[in-house]
């Protein structure tokens, strides 16, 4: 009787063992069983004074979410230079690139001129980058072309910030020439504001710019104005910029809008980003859009018509464009 027990016991436990071992993810060795390898991608950012880098974290932390088969590691660079120059040397697997910075990258321009990258694609646009100039209220001035003989703050060397600053300084008359144009980022820029070192900080990144922000927070500060004249002649000599306001309020003491510059921030990967992973990062980006807003407010662009997949400087990724395509977002 015994016996008999111990038999029956042993193959109820066998027969559920074997139907536990036909389950989704199961852990035990087998061919249904196995779990599925996770893929680790890195996203390359920037500074972390910047929009960039919360942004990349933002993303990675939606994907992490969403996509159990991914791991997605952040590394923090100087900017959309960088980012690219990784890219193309397979030391990241997406990195986010200022639209400017991206058309020259792709078409071989200025400091891509010796070094085009014509694999270069998006997976869709994040946030808009604005032109901010902020000076300490106790610096009466109230133009960009007033900085003219101060120390000014462009942002690391190479960088997208760099390269909008200068475009815009020269649009208004200012220059290494009569101009002091240091190469320091938001962080290290801010300090030495505060420490009297430097009259004025940019930034060139979706509002709040989190280091303008801890600056204004520590000193009465003052956004920086253009003409009229002056945007355009900046808006017709660079393409890839558009019209931007960073609204009253943005900052502290802010009280008025400032009319401004600004230009698309894109996730660009390598062409060679296997189809189905990039049309699945597309995807998520997309259904994501209100959870990436709530992590950061640059991020809400995302949600207006259009924004992620429309009005890009660089090419789609073919796997992203398939993912618009068949949400009849995109026609062709």
Not at 33 to 48: F, M, N, Q, W
Not at 92 to 111: C, F, N, P, Q, T
Not at 224 to 246: H, K, M, P, S
């Amino acid at each position: 009787m015994g016996k008999n027990v111990g038999r029956l016991r042993r193959r109820i436990f066998a027969g559920l063992l074997a139907a536990i071992c036909l389950l989704p993810g199961c852990g035990l060795k087998g061919r249904q069983g196995t779990p599925k390898e996770i893929r680790v991608l890195t996203i390359g950012t920037a500074d972390s004074g910047g929009t960039m880098y919360p942004v990349g974290r933002a993303v990675a932390e939606v994907l992490d979410q969403y996509t159990p088969s991914l791991k997605i590691n952040t590394s923090a660079s100087s900017g959309s230079f960088t980012n690219v120059e990784s890219l193309r040397d397979g030391q990241i697997d997406m990195g986010l690139v200022s639209g400017d910075v991206a058309w020259r990258a792709w078409h071989g321009k200025d400091e891509f001129e010796d070094s085009p990258m014509p694999s270069l694609r998006v997976i869709g646009a994040l946030y808009v980058s604005l032109s901010n100039w902020m000076v300490p209220e106790s610096l009466d001035i109230e133009y960009v072309h007033d900085l003219l003989g101060m120390r000014v703050a462009v942002g690391p060397e190479d960088s997208a910030t760099e390269v909008s600053a200068r475009a815009a300084l020269s649009a208004v008359g200012l220059s290494v020439d009569n101009t002091v144009l240091e190469n320091q980022g938001l962080g290290s820029g801010g300090e030495a504001l505060l420490n009297g070192e430097l009259d004025a900080l940019y930034g060139f990144a979706g509002i709040p710019v989190k280091g303008l922000s801890d600056l204004a927070e520590q000193t009465p500060c003052r956004l920086l104005r253009f003409t009229e004249e002056e945007l355009d002649a900046i808006l017709q000599g660079n393409t890839q910029y558009i019209r931007g306001v960073i609204p009253a309020g943005t900052y502290p003491g802010q009280t008025e809008d400032i009319e401004t510059f600004g230009v698309k921030c894109l996730l660009c990967v390598n062409a060679d980003m296997d189809d189905d992973l990039a049309g699945t990062i597309a995807r998520i980006l997309w259904e994501s859009a209100d959870g990436l807003k709530e992590r950061h407010a640059a991020l809400s662009a995302i949600s207006e018509d259009g924004f992620l997949y429309r009005n890009l400087p660089v090419p789609l990724h073919p796997g992203a464009a398939q993912f618009y395509r068949d949400q009849g977002l995109l026609q062709g």
